[in-house]
């Protein structure tokens, strides 16, 4: 499983395999650092945008009168755009820089956030302001490839599980839209994430670096995605994170409908339990990748499924809420995060430096098409039976197949270094 370098096998030291760290990377003991929590910030402030529409569903279902399908369709829209966008975003960005990435990112998902908060009133603007509203979640794509040529490789899974704490954004999404929409009206919590991307574009801008040997890559943007696409760990890559960051993205937007939906809750009390679940599933995230540093990622996503996929099995008895459907939620959380955490030390192991990038972006595309289709069969299974159980029967063998392809094939092919 390599991109033309070797690939890592179980157990072996960590830095011993991987794209190289580029030439003539600063030394200062603290830019690192720094650039790493700009880059976090940015990919926060980018995800709360993006995830500013699901805490909102219960709300919209009611005053627009959506159906389970339509209110599906209207959370799940910022999703497959920001998936999708994450591929030619991740080939810019290897191409001009975060410097120059993370402000225009940030800049352009402000009109959106002002025409969802202000302007659509009816379930068609809101496709169309969720549509655009997706180009937050491409901020991923730009940070990942920033970080890893900051870090050296036996640092890499960390520092990557730290810049995917950005994902906290869902969670302050979760905490924040709902109270602040109440409190002041609901344009505010829109207006407030303006102002914040606007003011951290500057900053990203003013301070932001590129690591010193960066080079820029040669040929067309379609050449270059091309050449990614066929690296044989692209596609295995694109698999392991459609479920683990899929799973995470399906349930931090859906999750308040299903709660209010399945179990009665006010919406205020199923976007807290919301927030509960993202936060965990958040900080799981940099230790699955401090667990892939110490030993590999193989092992460590293999057994974040083989749970994920118990867990899945658990909700699907549709048991009580407490203890039971908690604790099979919050089991969810952390695995789905770690698991995230780990696709993405594996990443840095195998991907080319100069390539680190258009990977991300395919990568992270397929992880964001892995939260699109959730919701919308949630949905679907709802409105023919009822209830979810079925949903959860199927990613609970999602779950367990992705396990035993992480441990198959993709740890076969770590081996060979093929």
Not at 69 to 93: F, H, K, W, Y
Not at 194 to 206: D, E, G, I, P, S
Not at 237 to 266: C, H, K
């Amino acid at each position: 499983m390599s991109a033309g370098q070797p690939g890592g096998v179980p157990g072996a030291r960590p830095g011993t395999a991987g794209a190289a760290a580029p030439t003539g990377a600063p030394t200062a003991q603290g830019r690192p650092g720094l650039m790493l929590t700009l880059a976090t910030l940015g990919f926060l402030l980018n995800f709360w945008a993006w995830s500013l529409i699901g805490p909102l569903g219960p709300t919209y279902r009611e005053e627009l009168a959506l159906t389970p399908v339509e209110l599906s369709v209207a959370v799940a829209v910022p999703v497959i755009v920001g998936s999708l966008g994450r591929i030619p975003i991740g080939a810019l960005t290897d191409r001009y820089g975060a410097r120059v990435m993370f402000p225009v990112v940030s800049l352009v998902t402000i009109l959106p956030v002002l025409f969802v908060g202000l302007v659509a009133s009816n379930f068609a603007m809101l496709v169309v302001g969720g549509f655009f509203l997706g180009v937050g979640g491409t901020a991923f794509a730009v940070g990942v490839p920033f970080v890893n040529a900051w870090f050296a490789p036996a640092r890499r899974g960390t520092a990557l599980g730290i810049f995917g704490m950005g994902t906290a954004g869902t969670a302050v999404a979760a905490f924040t839209t709902v109270a602040i929409a109440e409190q002041f009206g609901r344009p505010a919590p829109f207006i407030l994430v303006a102002v914040l991307l606007a003011l951290y574009a500057v900053v990203a801008w003013t301070v932001l670096r590129d690591a010193a040997g960066r080079a820029a890559p040669t040929g067309s943007l379609a050449a270059r995605t091309w050449a990614t696409v066929k690296i044989p760990a692209t596609g295995q890559l694109a698999l392991i994170y459609a479920l683990g960051f899929g799973g995470f993205v399906a349930f931090s937007v859906y999750l308040p409908t299903y709660l209010t939906t399945d179990f009665g809750l006010t919406r205020g009390d199923a976007s807290l339990r919301t927030a509960g679940f993202v936060v965990l599933a958040v900080v799981a995230r940099p230790v699955g990748g401090w667990l892939s540093d110490r030993w590999h990622p193989v092992p460590v996503l293999t057994l974040c499924f083989t749970v994920a996929g118990a867990a899945a099995v658990l909700a699907a008895l549709r048991l009580q809420l407490l203890p039971a459907g908690t604790v099979a939620f919050l089991v969810l959380a952390a695995t789905l995060g770690a698991a995230s955490g780990a696709c993405f030390a594996l990443v840095a192991k195998v991907a080319p430096a100069d390539k680190v990038g258009s990977v991300t972006g395919i990568v992270g595309a397929a992880g964001g098409l892995g939260g699109f289709f959730p919701p919308l069969v949630m949905g679907a299974v709802y409105s023919a039976t009822g209830h979810y159980t079925i949903g959860f029967i199927l990613l609970a063998v999602s779950a367990f197949a992705v396990a035993a392809f992480t441990w198959g094939p993709v740890r076969r092919a770590s081996r060979r270094g093929a």
